[in-house]
Antibody, heavy 120, light 110 residues
């Protein structure tokens, strides 16, 4: 059974870089047909798509975050990561990693989510 | 890229049917048949209930159905049950390999 688990610091100061890792178990990240993505839920608001990556390294990002976001994949560790630079309080959110069915554009497997708070 | 528009809340009694709307534009909902719906119980991982407008993943009850007309997609839950109480989000492909979500709808089972 495929499972995803987010990990990373839960508290950051403004201007720092948010770095989260998603570890995949029960399957291989280097498998065709899937993208590996990040979604966040801002407090009291809806979900926001951040971006996703194919195991080859091809990435696609939300245009509103593109200048600050980078997603990478480490096939040897069966992990993929999110970096979001120059964070502000507006980036405080629960961050989810998820598996997307390529060419169908929906997420079928999600991690439990991790809360990241940006505060001075 | 703007968020899709959903009602903030809907409610219904057990056994009744409720419909949640999701309004976008011709650049997202209206332009592609890649609309999905997610059920989210607070503190848990979201769960896909509908994809490709009206397809149900294995294990999702037949009570959940999806449809689309023009720029508006809809999720209908029939035979409402207490465990259906959750937040529901729609999502759509928006071109250029991008996705957009709705603001979410809180479903209350009375």
């Amino acid at each position: 059974q495929i499972q995803l688990q987010e990990s990373g610091p839960g508290l950051l100061k403004p201007s720092q870089t948010l770095s989260l890792t998603c570890s995949l178990s029960g399957g291989a990240i280097a498998r065709s047909g899937y993208y590996w993505g990040w979604v966040r839920q801002l407090p009291g608001k809806g979900l926001e798509w951040i971006g996703y990556i194919y195991f080859t390294g091809t990435t696609y990002y939300n245009p509103s975050l593109r200048s600050r976001v980078a997603i990478s994949v480490d096939r040897s560790k069966n992990q993929f990561s999110l970096n979001l630079s120059s964070v502000t309080a507006a980036d405080t959110a629960v961050y989810y990693c998820a598996r997307e069915q390529a060419s169908l554009y929906y997420f079928d497997i999600w991690g439990q989510g991790t809360l990241v708070t940006v505060s001075s | 890229q703007s968020a899709l528009t959903q009602p903030r809340s809907v409610s219904g009694s057990p056994g009744q049917s409720v419909t949640i709307s999701c309004t976008g534009t011709s650049s997202d909902v209206g332009g592609y048949n890649f609309v999905s719906w997610y059920q989210h119980h607070p503190g848990k991982a979201p769960k896909v209930m509908i994809y490709d407008v009206s397809q149900r993943p294995s294990g999702v009850p037949y009570r959940f159905s999806g449809s689309k007309s023009g720029n508006t997609a809809s999720l209908t839950i029939s035979g409402l049950q207490a465990e259906d109480e959750a937040d529901y989000y729609c999502s759509s492909y928006a071109g250029d390999y991008t996705l957009t979500f709705g603001g979410g709808t809180k479903l209350t089972v009375l």
